[in-house]
T-cell receptor, first 114, second 115 residues
Framework: AQSVTQLDSQVPVFEEAPVELRCNYS??????LFWYVQYPNQGLQLLLK??????LVKGINGFEAEFNKSQTSFHLRKPSVHISDTAEYFC????????????FGAGTILRVKS | DAGITQSPRHKVTETGTPVTLRCHQTENHRYMYWYRQDPGHGLRLIHYSYGVKDTDKGEVSDGYSVSRSKTEDFLLTLESATSSQTSVYFC??????????????FGQGTRLTVV
């Protein structure tokens, strides 16, 4: 069974500093990876996705992630965070079969401080 | 925002009562999903549907049933609610065709408290 591990439950960072949120997944033949963001009391919004091709994926709000097959990682990065980036971030892997069933990590809360 | 409406948005119910949550979509997407979100667990798949009257179990399906009689509606029923089912429930939808078009879109969630 697929599994996703987010290595940090909370990441505090000062505004305008860089940030990396770490994600490791269990290996599989074909891997489709996603990062979602959840603002308080809201649903999940897709930040970016890796399906194939370039290992560096750019998403919305200045976020990017790098797929590393040898290390089975898909870490999320942003060079300069804003207060508005404070949210919970989820890494997810698609398990294939019908549709786009996802297995999620436990989430990382990003707290941006002024 | 994708056209997904969950109802109710909040509900408090008593242990042992049946509860039905509704997900309604206006996107005509083939696939629909129910997840639950709990601290420390992220989101976990309860059930999903791959067409009208076509459903299957997910990772945490015990105590839940689903039905899909129309493309646009996917119902989640807790047959006899327990305190362990206190959670936030999310509906999601995704389309068919090339995988590039199968992003999952999420509803706003239903906060269910079982007392």
């Amino acid at each position: 069974a697929q599994s996703v591990t987010q290595l940090d439950s909370q990441v505090p960072v000062f505004e305008e500093a860089p940030v990396e949120l770490r994600c490791n997944y269990s290996s599989s033949v074909s891997v489709y990876l996603f990062w979602y963001v959840q603002y308080p009391n809201q649903g999940l919004q897709l930040l970016l996705k890796y399906l194939s091709g370039s290992t560096l994926v750019k998403g919305i709000n200045g976020f990017e992630a790098e797929f590393n097959k040898s290390q089975t990682s898909f870490h999320l990065r942003k060079p300069s965070v804003h207060i508005s980036d404070t949210a919970e971030y989820f890494c997810a892997v698609s398990v294939g079969g019908y549709g786009n069933k996802l297995v999620f990590g436990a989430g990382t809360i990003l707290r941006v401080k002024s | 925002d994708a056209g997904i409406t969950q109802s109710p948005r909040h509900k408090v119910t008593e242990t042992g009562t049946p509860v039905t949550l509704r997900c309604h979509q206006t996107e005509n997407h083939r696939y629909m999903y129910w997840y639950r979100q709990d601290p420390g667990h992220g989101l976990r798949l309860i059930h999903y549907s791959y067409g009208v009257k076509d459903t299957d179990k997910g990772e945490v399906s015990d105590g839940y049933s689903v039905s899909r009689s129309k493309t646009e509606d996917f119902l989640l029923t807790l047959e006899s609610a327990t305190s362990s089912q206190t959670s936030v429930y999310f509906c999601a939808i995704s389309g068919s065709g090339a995988f590039m078009n199968t992003e999952a879109f999420f509803g706003q969630g239903t906060r269910l408290t079982v007392v």
